[in-house]
């Protein structure tokens, strides 16, 4: 009996994640999705080479507001050789936006959509997100991704923290690799997630999807830039202006 109530006493809550719904409704006015729209040059049958338009997308979380502009975090790869931008909030209106800078070391950037040329019922929708603390995270914590996967619209998965200060390489458009310490997750990071946020289960952003891991013989690996990281680029302090 003794040892029972001693058990019982060290075990720590076990947080349920079988109905998240809560924390995707106060989030999703936080996250938008984004369109990037360049151009690709291409080699036409005759051995010449022309451009050819070209439309990705991502995600992105809304981080600051002033009186003239919203803020909105993201990866670098999402807005890189961009020739315009369109943001859409979560009520589904639409607002041409501008890179304000970028640091591709980080895979970081910041968008700024001007408040003016969005309508007052968007803006009594949308809300800057509550950042948390990726400093404090645990291997096995609950883990929730929002973004814009597919770019179907915004989506919600859950998992857990899987691993941290995973050591992970991309290699960049100039062929030259960088390497950063990010949070490795099971909660599913698709092609569209890319600028969303990874979210803990307070429903305060813990990072900044980042890089999926995709083989045919892996599944489950996903990683989220820690929002410690990311808060000075996001401040505008390392960024590089266009």
């Not at 975090?73 to 931008?85: D, E, F, K, P, R």
């Not at 859409?88 to 970081?108: I, M, P, W, Y």
């Not at 645990?138 to 941290?164: D, F, M």
């Amino acid at each position: 009996m003794g040892s029972e109530m001693c058990i019982r006493d060290r075990s720590k809550a076990v947080t349920d994640l079988t109905d998240v719904s809560d924390i995707a409704d106060n989030v999703m006015p936080s996250i938008v999705a984004i369109t990037n729209m360049s151009e690709k040059q291409v080699s036409t049958w005759y051995g010449y080479t022309a451009s050819q338009p070209q439309e990705s997308c991502g995600s992105g979380i809304i981080v600051s507001q002033d009186d003239q502009y919203i803020y909105v975090a993201t990866n670098n790869h999402v807005v890189s050789g961009a020739q315009s931008i369109t943001v859409q909030f979560s009520d589904d209106s639409t607002v041409a936006a501008e890179v304000k800078g970028t640091d591709a070391g980080s895979d970081l950037a910041v968008v700024a959509v001007p408040i003016s040329d969005i309508s007052a019922d968007t803006l009594s929708t949308i809300k800057v997100a509550t950042l948390g603390n990726s400093d404090d995270l645990s291997v096995g914590q609950a883990a929730v991704a929002i973004g814009n996967a597919l770019g179907y619209g915004q989506s919600v998965t859950t998992g857990v923290i899987s691993a941290l200060n995973r050591e992970v390489s991309v290699e960049n458009e100039d062929g030259s690799t960088t390497t950063n310490e990010l949070i490795q997750t099971d909660a599913a990071i698709n092609p569209g997630n890319s600028g969303g946020a990874l979210l803990n289960a307070k429903g305060e952003v813990i990072g900044i999807s980042s890089v999926k891991y995709s083989d045919t013989s892996v599944e489950g690996m996903g990683y989220a830039i820690p929002i410690n990281t990311a808060s000075p680029t996001v401040s505008y302090t390392h960024l590089t202006l266009p």
